[in-house]
């Protein structure tokens, strides 16, 4: 199901990490909270110059597997959100530097999340992915990427879309771990910044 958490700021043990950051969402393709949270962190983290390029960004989504179901998945809103998932990994497995370009516009673009996946095709063209590449794919592909991304979501304790970990930690979502960090603030780019450990973009002092 999809949650509503209330913001708060706990004080976080930062971890050195001179990789890039990781940046790990565990959502629902069609949840309007997720679709809150994507925006919220485009406008307060990835529009800030150079943060792109030190964060690993990766989704995984929140779906059962169901064999009583033509996609073969259960989510909670419907296969249309299903058909959205495997569409997105897709472009996570192809085309990595394009996904959150891709997932923005999925979001909010063509119709925005309430028209995943009729907007796939749509926001391919936009961010330049090959949709001959991107239906390869989601006729060979799909459903063993949804089967492998479930397992990371459990893993994760993942249950509320959306969760939102950074540098492994969990700064929003459900959990009892969760430290909730208020998306409409600077706070998660500032996390970012803190566990970049090399040279900081000018996106970190804005």
């Known amino acids: 199901?999809?949650?509503?958490?209330?913001?708060?700021?706990?004080?976080?043990?930062?971890?050195?990490?001179?990789?890039?950051?990781s940046v790990e969402f565990y959502v629902m393709s069609k949840c309007p909270y997720a679709y809150a949270l994507v925006g919220q962190f485009?406008?307060?983290?990835?529009?800030?110059?150079?943060?792109?390029?030190?964060?690993?960004?990766?989704?995984?989504?929140?779906?059962?597997?169901?064999?009583?179901?033509?996609t073969g998945f259960y989510s909670k809103h419907g296969q249309d959100e299903v058909r959205g998932d495997f569409y997105e990994l897709c472009v996570e497995k192809n085309y990595p530097a394009s996904l959150w370009d891709f997932i923005y516009c999925n979001?909010?673009?063509?119709?925005?999340?309430?028209?995943?996946?009729?907007?796939?095709?749509?926001?391919?063209?936009?961010?330049?992915?090959?949709?001959?590449?991107?239906?390869?794919?989601?006729a060979s592909d799909s459903s063993s990427l949804l089967k492998a991304s479930i397992v990371k979501t459990n893993a994760a304790g993942a249950a509320y879309s959306p969760t939102l970990f950074i540098g492994g930690q969990c700064?929003?979502?459900?959990?009892?771990?969760?430290?909730?960090?208020?998306?409409?603030?600077?706070?998660?780019?500032?996390?970012?910044?803190?566990?970049?450990?090399?040279?900081?973009?000018?996106?970190?002092?804005s």
Do not use: E, H
């Open 1 to 21: 199901m999809c949650c509503y958490v209330i913001f708060g700021v706990l004080s976080l043990m930062l971890l050195v990490n001179s990789q890039p950051v």
């Open 42 to 70: 485009n406008t307060n983290v990835m529009s800030f110059t150079g943060i792109s390029s030190i964060t690993n960004v990766t989704f995984n989504y929140i779906a059962a597997v169901d064999s009583t179901q033509p």
């Open 107 to 138: 979001d909010y673009d063509f119709g925005g999340y309430s028209n995943i996946p009729n907007d796939v095709q749509s926001c391919a063209q936009k961010t330049q992915i090959s949709w001959a590449t991107l239906s390869s794919c989601y």
């Open 171 to 205: 700064v929003y979502g459900g959990l009892p771990s969760c430290s909730n960090l208020d998306p409409t603030s600077n706070a998660m780019r500032l996390l970012i910044c803190q566990l970049w450990t090399g040279v900081k973009p000018a996106g970190c002092s």
